[in-house]
């Protein structure tokens, strides 16, 4: 395979943005700007479909690498995926197109610039999946903030800019130790190379440190506890889409990292702090859970929902075990679709009712059946009903903690009961009870565009819930082989 | 044929919930109802197979979950007692669903009602018909969703959307625990399969484990998990309280999911684990325990209830715990005997208070109600039938399988057993007076309704008759033809084979004839004493309430279980979630962090603000301390 693939799939959507930079948006030519990015997008989302096809899924090696020297002896760039990062870039590429679809109903003003956001976004993200170099994943992973600092800043809500400096400066602050930690490895090793250190290791005396510099970064991105309190204000005040893409993809750039370059470049100091993560994780998912409990505003439910859901992905990667990590993998994906469905779902009834507390609606069922219907889907998925995608990965992840630590498991799958408490009564108290609110009447039931994308994203939150084989199946080797890695370092202490 | 059993209720629960709208009202009903009924047909002719020729198969459908060691298929495993399983929960279900024809003749979502239906069908039928325990789960929380919706199916009350929260999040305390036990089974095991877990577990009796510095047999605590959950579902004491709430649901669905199938999952899932059960004294102690206090609580509040069904609900706890206990002296077959004939006695009588309700236009206090015997008389020959049936009337089905349960427990031979012996009996009689009672209250003494006149009430339509009179048929003849393939000590270990696990088995010995005679005795005498309590002279029973004030309250309220748990959990979860969030996160996180921070640089850079002022005399005084202090140090230096 000569047809460099990775890089296509990282430049393609560039290239839609650079179009859109020189098309001026007017009322009139929304509608092509509209259709120019959605057909990149979805051109993207067919090339990373055929990248599945084509990927060997019974070998853990990296696949379709591409290495171009980028500074002398210093920088190379260099991409490839493996069957983890497959699957993430999968997600980003189902999700962006969906995400573009959406704006006719929630951007009101400068729609160009705002695709070209979503755009660039959407290359960066994939970069962060596929680079095998530490200097380029760490350049694409902190790039991407900075169209989602535009998207909250420009097209948010009424705190927007106070949401966006503090979702940017808890970002940035902790990356700036994640670039020192890079540069030091790259004095330890003299690469920065992942394929490299993954066969060389790194120094045990120095790994404690660098772990530390890197979770400081992974873990206000996932975000973990107690360095969440960004992620509620950035949501609520995000548009729609802009919602979406940060829950569905943006939160997974650290999970990943926490799985390619925390596990794979320092199992020692992994297993020191294992512990740490555990306590954090499980602290999230249970005083999350009940602070979603309390909340009065739908996006900051949901939120709220996200902490804790991905503290059960956090929990999950550092058991190390394979049900645990697939779990973990599975969880993300999961949260990818349910997530941005929900606020999807939120975003439906703000554009009609143009508010998201709670107490505006109950009622709703009769007036707007369908989007009941995929909002109870939506729901149950998130409280991880067996039988969609949201039990297998929530499953397998205290599967995998249970043989860990009993007590930790214990204490996790108590979230599992306040989960469903919060996500029925946000249901209950939205869409079932008496219509009070009369203005709720004039409700219109989701529009073909709502109806399409809502469905795009039930139908493999139920696929994956009855037949996760073809997630399982693509990571399986990746992941059985990162353990074996782990362990047979952790026997040599390096 | 057997996997349509399965799928056919699913494809009518398809058809009627996405396409109701298109193919009308009457035909989502008959095609449900339909696909159903051929599903029971199928199921009766696979009893009989397994009856007749001790037919076993396990089907794999499908692979579901593979990761690492871990392998999930989907599947159906067919032995004698998921046959039995399957036959009640068809065969009900296809009576209810012919029922409800009729039921909800008024109400303007009747597609949806027999999708739902047919949706818990399915669910059941996952359950009942799996080879692991995750699929188990699938079934068991699917089973709970349906139950969800079928409460709330009046989305408009208020009431009842509460009832459905609360049926679904205390069933999860109970699947939090059933879910460990999973684990547990996994970590030990390495396999969520039947089968493969049953042959290891002789080799772990001895293996104990450790938590949270409490030293536990393995098996005891995998008996305790997994029957957390079995509580949860089929409504024991401590986790009942979502059960009497869940009559906020049509009456239909109170027969179908809250008397006859998936209340009875708990059972269901200890008798299929009896191979594990049977290593494990200790739990199968405490279940006992359990089961007999839920049988007597439930009991007791059910004499003082005035709601019809809440009445029944009650009534269903207490039977419920019937069964635990038998399943936990050991008679496994017994218990399932009692779960197969409640079914048929216990869905009578929801399906023919339902017929009451209906005729009382939704009238639901037995205070209101009276005299009208005459004028519903099949349905009130059938409720005297069913409610013969429960008491354990001699020769009716309640009193083959009860009665065994009295006397497997005081064949046991231990404290335990004795004590539960007692306490059944005791139960039984209370079993019957508060029986009696609705009877009485319900059909005979004075009309006391005050908005629908006595000539209003009518007897209910013949598609709601019919199934009533198939399932009093049932309520005759289950104990009495079943008997010696359930229960019976030659015929019962061939039919159930290997799917019930003895260690050693069932004591043959009969107890006391004085024994035998009491329950019969005490249940014939309690009908004139009822009816001299409750038509007779109705004074008296208030009285003794007036006289017994405080012990009238404490039933009346239902042991104050729910205002208790909203205080513990409930308002207590609140406070804390709000604490979290507005202190917590906002006052402490963002206080001290972001927050704090930029307030703190914002500070200092007003200060430093303040050094540039501008004037030169300032800056000149500034260089000259910077240069003194600079001089200073490189001269002690």
Known sequence: ?494 | MEISIIALPLIASIISGFFGKFIGDRNSEIITSLLVSISAIFSILVLYEVIANQYEENLLIAKWISSGSLEVNWSMKIDSLSAVMLVVVTSVSALVHIYSIGYMSHDPHKPRFMAYLSLFTFAMLMLVTSDNFIQLFFGWEGVGLCSYFLIGFWFKKDSANKAAIKAFVVNRVGDFGFALGIFLIFYLFGTVNYSEVFQQISTITDKNLTFLGIEINAIDLICLLLFVGAMGKSAQILLHTWLPDAMEGPTPVSALIHAATMVTAGVFLVVRCSPIYEYSEFALNIITTVGMSTAFFAATVALVQNDIKKIIAYSTCSQLGYMFFAAGVGAYNVAMFHLFTHAFFKALLFLGSGSVIHAFKDEQNINNMGGVWKKLPYTYAMMIIGTLALTGFPFLSGFYSKDAIIEFAYLRGNTTGYYAAGIGIFTAFLTSIYSWRLIFKTFHGSYNNKIVKIDETHESPIVMLVPLALLSIGAIFAGLFFKELFIGSVGSANFWGDSIFFLKPLSADHPPLWFLLLTPILVILSIPLAYYLFVKNRNLPEQIADINKPLYQFLINKWYFDELYDVLFVKSSKKFGLFLWKFFDLKIIDGFGPDGISSLIKKFSVKANKFQSGYIYQYAFVMLIGFSALLTFLIVK
């Open chain 1, 1 to 494: 395979m000569n047809f460099p693939i990775l890089s296509s799939l990282i430049l393609l959507p560039s290239i839609g943005a650079l179009f859109l930079f020189f098309t001026k948006s007017t009322k009139n030519n929304n509608v092509t700007i509209k259709y120019v990015a959605l057909f990149t997008s979805i051109v993207n989302f067919l090339l990373s479909i055929y990248l599945w096809i084509l990927f060997d899924k019974s070998t853990s090696e990296f696949q379709f690498v591409e290495q171009r020297i980028w500074i002398q002896d210093f920088i190379n760039y260099k991409v490839g995926v493996d069957g983890i990062s497959i699957l993430f870039i999968l997600l980003t590429t189902f999700i962006t197109p969906l995400c573009i679809i959406s704006v006719n109903n929630s951007i009101k003003k400068r729609l160009s610039e705002f695709l070209i956001a979503v755009l660039i976004m959407e290359s960066f993200m994939i970069g962060v999946f596929c680079s095998l170099d530490l200097v380029v994943f760490y350049l694409f992973f902190e790039a991407g903030l900075i169209p989602m600092f535009l998207i909250i800043g420009i097209w948010g809500g009424a705190r927007r800019v106070y949401s966006a400096f503090k979702f940017f400066l808890y970002t940035l602050l902790g990356s700036v130790l994640m670039l020192v930690a890079i540069i030091t490895i790259y004095f330890l090793n003299g690469t920065t190379d992942v394929v490299e250190l993954y066969k060389s290791g790194i120094d045990i005396k120095y790994q404690n440190l660098l772990w530390l510099a890197f979770f400081s970064s992974f873990a206000v991105k996932t975000p973990m506890w107690p360095v969440h309190t960004w992620l509620p204000d950035a949501h609520v005040e995000a548009p729609t889409a802009g919602s979406v893409l940060l829950a569905a993809i943006l939160l997974k750039m650290a999970g990943y990292g926490f799985i390619r370059f925390s596990l794979g470049l320092f199992p020692a100091a992994s297993e020191i702090f294992t512990p740490l993560i555990y306590t954090l994780s499980v602290i999230a998912i249970i005083f999350t859970s009940f602070i979603a409990l309390m909340q009065e505003d739908m996006k900051k439910l949901i939120a709220y929902s996200s902490v804790a859901h991905m503290g059960y992905v956090t929990l999950g990667i550092f058991t190390i075990q394979q049900q645990g990590i697939e779990g973990s993998i599975i969880q993300m994906i999961s949260h990818g679709l349910v997530a941005a469905a929900l606020f999807l779902c939120v975003g439906v009834v703000y554009d009609r009712m143009h508010s998201r507390l709670i107490n505006t609606y109950g009622g709703i069922v009769s007036i707007i059946p369908k989007y009941s219907v995929l909002f109870m889907l939506f729901t149950l998925a998130a409280l991880g009903l067996p039988g969609t995608s949201g039990f297998v990965g929530e499953f397998l992840i205290l599967m995998g903690v249970f043989k860990d630590n009993f007590l930790v498991a214990v204490i996790a799958s108590l979230g599992v009961i306040i989960g469903a408490a919060y996500m029925l009564w946000l249901y209950k108290r939205v869409v079932f009870g008496k219509l009070i609110n009369t203005d709720l009447k004039q409700m219109i039931d989701l529009n073909r565009s709502e109806l399409f994308i809502l469905s795009c994203l039930a139908i493999p939150t139920l696929f994956f819930g009855f037949y996760p084989d073809p997630l399982i199946n693509t990571i399986e080797v990746s992941i059985s082989d990162l353990i074996d890695q782990y362990n047979f370092k952790l026997a040599g202490k390096i």
